[in-house]
């Protein structure tokens, strides 16, 4: 049996993307579309994100516009997935980085065993690379289990 499937409204896709801490970001390649996780936060309208040097930062540089997603998945019939379409932007300022930084350490409880960043490269978040997506659509599904 399955569920019901529906468009989730803005406010609960927000929801679940400031609930979420890990998505998936989808940029553009040479061979079509490279798509990998990332820890992030959702805060003032946008994904905060960092990253180690390497594949996934090289492509952002040449195709800022991403595709960025999230999903609750209980079941095949039981799911909720928010799809974010928007441009990305490297952080350079100083003050751009440490407010990036304190975002990230609030949505993560100041945590930081998610410092692995990118393909098994360990870097620090006061030595990562870091970025803003800033968010042009937002769209949500979700199929309620029956």
Same mark, same amino acid.
């Given at each position: 049996?399955? /569920? *019901?499937?529906?468009?989730?409204?803005?406010?609960?896709?927000?929801?679940?993307?400031?609930? =979420?801490?890990? @998505?998936?970001?989808?940029? +553009? =390649?040479?061979?079509?579309? #490279?798509?990998?996780?990332?820890?992030? $936060?959702?805060?003032? /309208?946008?994904?905060?994100?960092?990253?180690?040097? %390497?594949?996934?930062?090289?492509?952002?540089?040449?195709?800022?516009?991403? @595709?960025?997603?999230? &999903?609750?998945? !209980? /079941?095949? *019939?039981?799911? !909720?997935?928010?799809?974010?379409? @928007?441009?990305?932007?490297?952080? *350079?300022?100083?003050?751009?980085?440490?407010?990036?930084?304190?975002?990230?350490?609030?949505?993560? &409880? %100041?945590?930081?065993?998610? $410092?692995?960043? @990118?393909? /098994?490269? !360990?870097?620090?978040?006061? &030595?990562?690379?870091? #970025? !803003?997506?800033?968010?042009?659509?937002? =769209?949500? +599904?979700?199929? &309620?289990? $029956?």
């Amino acid at each position: 049996m399955s /569920g *019901t499937l529906r468009e989730m409204p803005l406010s609960e896709c927000e929801e679940m993307l400031l609930a =979420s801490r890990v @998505g998936r970001i989808g940029v +553009r =390649s040479e061979a079509g579309v #490279y798509i990998v996780p990332v820890a992030f $936060a959702f805060a003032e /309208g946008a994904i905060f994100g960092h990253s180690a040097p %390497g594949k996934k930062m090289a492509l952002l540089r040449l195709w800022p516009h991403v @595709g960025f997603q999230v &999903d609750d998945v !209980r /079941g095949v *019939t039981d799911w !909720r997935s928010v799809l974010v379409q @928007g441009k990305w932007h490297e952080l *350079t300022e100083e003050a751009d980085k440490v407010h990036a930084r304190a975002v990230l350490l609030r949505a993560f &409880d %100041g945590n930081l065993w998610w $410092a692995t960043a @990118g393909h /098994g490269h !360990r870097t620090s978040l006061a &030595d990562a690379m870091l #970025y !803003r997506i800033d968010i042009e659509e937002i =769209s949500g +599904r979700a199929q &309620d289990g $029956a």
